[in-house]
């Protein structure tokens, strides 16, 4: 007889022997530095893991055998493998495997939105809180960084191919390290003085050391990538000079969505009213915190509205306060579970006092006999059905005006394409809104001409944009050297050898 045939004993069992789960660590909090004290500097608000703590949250990953956490992974990062050899201590190792398939393991794991991507599919996740992989990979990274070696990965001999990078931001930067170790001649050609797109112009020093991203860059640099600063192609040269004066085999286009997007609404023109872009760049890459030390200078606000619930609007938000502002305000027309903002960046932006004034949205900026801005006149929102996006509406409410003083205003309501190389380059199909339109891997309407990233996607998040350079990387080296790849079989459904 089986024990599921065994008859029930009869009465009332005396004692019921439950078999009790294993119980798993509560998942790691990182110190950081108390808002009170991080307002007034623009150091890094998260101290990171000791190697400690990164082995007990190792130790919380299931190992599954159909681990979801890589599906949620644009570049799929083997996240279980590099947790594995963090959880033995091997951290170097667990650096390199994460650079097999991410070459900004720092920076993805300050940046990227983990709880929308592989927290958010990981299994450990259905009953407790997910591993905190984002922790993990930003620990082995800087544990490499730190330790001041990093390991290089094994390259192909050269193949005699030249490929040009238009941008150094992630998407450029991707391709640049995939084609490398493929054995390729890689050129970046980047507009700035400094490499690294919006991780260097735009994300503030607070939240991703500058430090960090040159150290990234100077990796692709030992790999053997070179890089042009002060290359603005379009304008010093275009990309069938690229292609036929200069002698690369392919141009991969990574230019990102540089151009400010406005309201159109009366005052935008006043003194003391800036885009996001032009704000963050004075205050990153030109340093106007520092100033007079550095010759750009910014406005400092005192009563500060910032435009938007993004990333971007947090961004200003959190330079405002740190520059010395008394109030910052941000006005958002959709409701806070809305704001595309990384829920870490709303969280840090509140605790550091911002006020959220949500469901609103200006309409006029008012100035004083100087021009300069003084009062920001807006209108109330509610919320209707959905819209393309998913998201609720937002309507106006009639006659709901009220207004907030302000000595700055910062428009952070998203970008647009930058229209220069599609300009100067006819052969190069966009769509209506001027981004690039290429096939499933990056290939554009010019021959050997790719591209990706946010020129592509429209403003998204630096994982996609690295996402999207490596799919064009393979792309480039499908069309080059006929090698095929399983990534780009599968995006592109490419017939297989034997079919
Ligand atoms: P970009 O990073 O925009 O880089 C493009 C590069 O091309 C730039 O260096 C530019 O100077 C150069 N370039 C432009 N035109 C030319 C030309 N004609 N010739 C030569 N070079 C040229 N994403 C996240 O995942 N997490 C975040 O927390 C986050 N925060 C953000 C905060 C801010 C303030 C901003 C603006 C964006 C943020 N994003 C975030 C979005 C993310 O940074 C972008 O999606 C990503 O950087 C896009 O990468 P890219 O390679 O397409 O272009
Ligand atoms: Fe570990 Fe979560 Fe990935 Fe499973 S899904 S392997 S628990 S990180």
Redesign the pocket.
């Known amino acids: 007889m089986s024990k599921k045939d065994s008859p029930k004993p009869k009465g009332k069992p005396t004692t019921s022997v439950k078999k009790s789960r294993p119980t798993r660590p509560p998942r790691v909090k990182m110190n950081e530095q108390p808002p009170a004290i991080r307002v007034k500097n623009f150091e890094e608000v998260p101290f990171g893991l000791t190697p400690e703590q990164a082995r007990l949250e190792a130790s919380r990953c299931l190992q599954c055998k159909r681990p979801k956490c890589v599906e949620g992974c644009p570049v799929q990062v083997q996240i279980p493998d590099f947790i594995a050899l963090i959880a033995e201590g091997k951290f170097v190792e667990a650096a390199c495997k994460i650079k097999e398939t991410n070459v900004l393991p720092a920076v993805c794991g300050r940046?990227?939105?983990q709880e929308t991507q592989c927290e958010a599919t990981c299994i450990l996740g259905r009953r407790h809180e997910p591993v905190a992989i984002g922790y993990l990979e930003r620990f082995c990274a800087d544990f490499e960084r730190l330790g001041g070696h990093v390991e290089l990965p094994k390259k192909a001999k050269p193949n005699g191919k030249k490929v040009a990078i238009?941008?150094?931001?992630?998407?450029?930067?991707t391709v640049a390290g995939d084609l490398a170790l493929l054995g390729y001649q890689v050129t970046i050609?980047?507009?700035?003085h400094k490499?690294?797109?919006?991780?260097?112009?735009?994300?503030?020093e607070f939240?991703l050391p500058k430090e960090i991203v040159e150290k990234e860059i100077h990796y692709l640099e030992r790999l053997g990538v070179e890089i042009k600063y002060n290359?603005?192609?379009?304008?010093c040269k275009t990309i069938n000079e690229l292609l036929t004066r200069d002698g690369f085999d392919a141009v991969f286009i990574?230019?990102?969505?540089?151009l400010p997007r406005f309201m159109n609404i009366p005052g935008e023109n006043l003194n003391g009213v800036y885009s996001?872009?032009e704000y963050?760049t004075r205050s990153n890459l030109m340093k106007a915190y520092l100033f007079p030390d550095y010759n750009t200078p910014v406005i400092k606000g005192s009563k500060v509205i910032v435009v938007g619930g993004?990333?971007?609007a947090m961004?200003?938000a959190r330079t405002a306060l740190r520059l010395g502002a008394n109030k910052v305000t941000l006005v958002y027309r959709r409701a806070r579970e809305q704001m595309p903002a990384?829920a870490e960046?709303v969280h840090h932006a509140e605790e550091e006092g911002i006020i959220f004034k949500l469901l609103a949205n200006p309409v006029e900026i008012i100035g004083d006999e100087q021009g300069n801005v003084c009062r920001v006149k807006c209108q109330n929102y509610t919320l209707g059905e959905p819209d393309a996006s998913g998201r609720r509406r937002p309507i106006p409410i009639e006659n709901s005006f009220f207004e907030l003083e302000a000595d700055l205003v910062i428009i952070a309501i998203g970008?647009n394409a930058?229209p220069?190389?599609p300009q100067s380059t006819k052969e190069i199909k966009t769509n209506k809104w001027g981004n690039i339109i290429t096939d499933p891997i990056g290939r554009t309407s010019m021959k050997r001409v790719y591209a990706?990233?946010?020129?592509v996607t429209g403003?998204?998040?630096?994982?996609?944009?690295m996402g999207?350079?490596r799919l064009a990387a393979k792309a480039i080296h499908f069309d080059l050297m006929g090698v095929s790849d399983p990534m780009i079989t599968t995006a592109c459904q490419l017939p297989k050898e034997d079919e």
């Open positions: 940046v990227c939105p238009v941008g150094s931001g992630p998407s450029g930067l050609f980047e507009a700035f490499g690294g797109g919006v991780l260097v112009y735009g994300i503030p939240r290359h603005v192609i379009g304008k990574g230019v990102g969505a540089g996001a872009n963050l993004g990333n971007v961004d200003c990384r960046e970008n930058n220069l190389i990706a990233g946010d020129i403003a998204a998040t630096v994982i996609s944009a999207g350079g």
